[in-house]
């Protein structure tokens, strides 16, 4: 995995100017590199919570840098911190406030909650491998109030790196919690490298804050709008808030998605890009709150006016319902299904659709399409549904059987 390198700038402008300070984006599930600052930290000029907290009880040279990732509230995520065992201290905290503010405390409720704790620290040993590893699973608080989970890296010696992952979906608690062999140290065979954290991560707000809205997290769309969404990476799809009516919606999509949900029914359509003969599997997370949603994955476009597909399917797969979420509920914020497939070499474009349908307006849904595939034993045997400990001994994962066959009706017209 290529590391996606991120440094945060401490810049003087002049002898006696102040420091200014970034929490430097971090992407999801790659790894990244973070470093500590080239300058000295000095208490005049830095954010007060950024000294008390982290700074002034570790002596006269301190170098930090800030990095955030953008989260989901209610979801779970493993942190992995990797670095070089060479006896050089280093810090790595994981944090839920904002650590560049001038209010040195955390305000609201916190029973029952983790609000930051030390990732990783890193004791001048010394290991006979180049990396060690460290991993965590965690769980966003649902009652979080922002959507940032921020990184402070501190040293004691200047430009100190460290690599840090955050994934999701989050890996099996059972093998954080009891695997006891680091993959990058052979020699540490023995020792676990997970820990679950107990209680869920609060993301707080500061008084110095705006309370504004939270912002979505991650990417929602309503219509297809062409470019496809991106794949390894966790999206929000939102059902209209206009009624679909058989009058003005695609002839297609009313007869095979909106006609048979009733009177109120409320759509959406969306696509992945994907290649003929690769394997994928499809992520999907939702609410099991009782309202009644569909997700149906389909091979030929929903939205034309040509109401059948055409060309062989007797070992195909052309569309199914990948989840029918039925009114009942769960003990969880999120549930979790995931299907394996493979997109048949015999495709005749890249398009795989996406349906979502529901009964009440701006209904939401999480999808992601991974590639490479998980292995097709974990899908099919894996009881531990990692978004919901209460459903542990459900297989949350299925192996489809037939290829995907991705077909143009007469149409459309074009090549691949």
């Known amino acids: 995995m290529g590391a996606f390198v991120c440094l945060l700038i401490l810049l003087w402008a002049a002898p006696v100017a102040a420091q200014t300070y970034t929490a430097v984006d971090l992407p999801m599930n ?20 950024l000294w008390s907290r982290w700074v002034r009880g570790n002596g006269p040279d301190v170098f930090v840098g800030v990095y955030r990732f953008t989260v989901v509230a209610g979801q779970k995520y493993t942190v992995y911190g990797h670095f070089r065992p060479d006896g050089i201290y280093r810090n790595f905290y994981v944090v839920g406030e904002n650590p560049l ?51 402070v890296v501190m040293s004691k010696t200047p430009s100190e790196q460290v690599q840090v992952t955050l994934r999701s979906p989050a890996d099996p608690d059972d093998d954080v919690a009891r695997n006891t062999s680091d993959p990058a140290c052979a020699a540490r065979k023995g020792s676990t490298w997970g820990t679950l954290w107990p209680q869920p991560f609060l993301l707080k707000l500061d008084p ?35 009624r679909t009516e058989q009058g003005t919606a695609p ?15 409320y759509t959406s359509v969306h696509h992945f890009v994907v290649n003929p003969g690769e394997r994928y599997t499809l992520y999907v997370w939702f609410r099991p709150d009782g309202v009644y949603r569909n997700l149906y994955v389909t091979g030929d476009n929903p939205l034309t006016d040509v109401d059948y597909s055409f060309g062989r399917s007797g070992n195909y797969n052309k569309g ?97």
């Open 320 to 416: 199914w319902v990948v989840l029918n979420q039925q009114p009942w509920k769960e003990a969880c914020a999120d549930v979790t299904r995931r299907e394996n497939f493979t997109v048949s070499p015999d495709s005749d474009h890249r398009n795989l659709y996406l349906v979502v349908t529901s009964k009440t307006p701006a209904q939401a849904i999480h999808v992601m399409l991974k590639s490479p595939a998980d292995p097709d034993d974990a899908v099919s045997r894996d009881t531990n549904d990692p978004a919901c400990a209460a459903r542990k001994g459900n297989t949350w994962g299925r192996l489809w059987s037939y290829p995907v066959l991705l077909q143009r009706d007469p149409s459309e017209t074009g090549t691949r």
């Open 251 to 265: 002839k297609k999509l009313w007869s095979r998605w909106a006609k048979g949900e009733g009177v109120e029914v």
């Open 30 to 49: 790659q790894q990244a590199t973070v470093q500590t600052s080239a300058t000295r930290v000095e208490q005049a000029g830095t954010p007060k919570k």
């Open 208 to 242: 110095s804050e705006a309370k504004a809205p939270v912002p979505a997290a991650t990417t929602s769309r309503t219509t297809d709008d062409g470019s496809g969404l991106p794949l390894n990476t966790r999206v929000r799809l939102e059902t209209g808030t206009t």
């Open 101 to 151: 503010t001038d209010v040195d405390y955390s305000y609201g409720k916190s029973s029952g909650y983790t609000t930051n704790f030390v990732a990783l620290n890193q004791q001048p040993w010394k290991e006979s491998c180049q990396t060690v590893t460290r991993r965590y699973n965690l769980t966003i608080a649902p009652d979080s109030e922002h959507n940032h989970l921020y990184v």
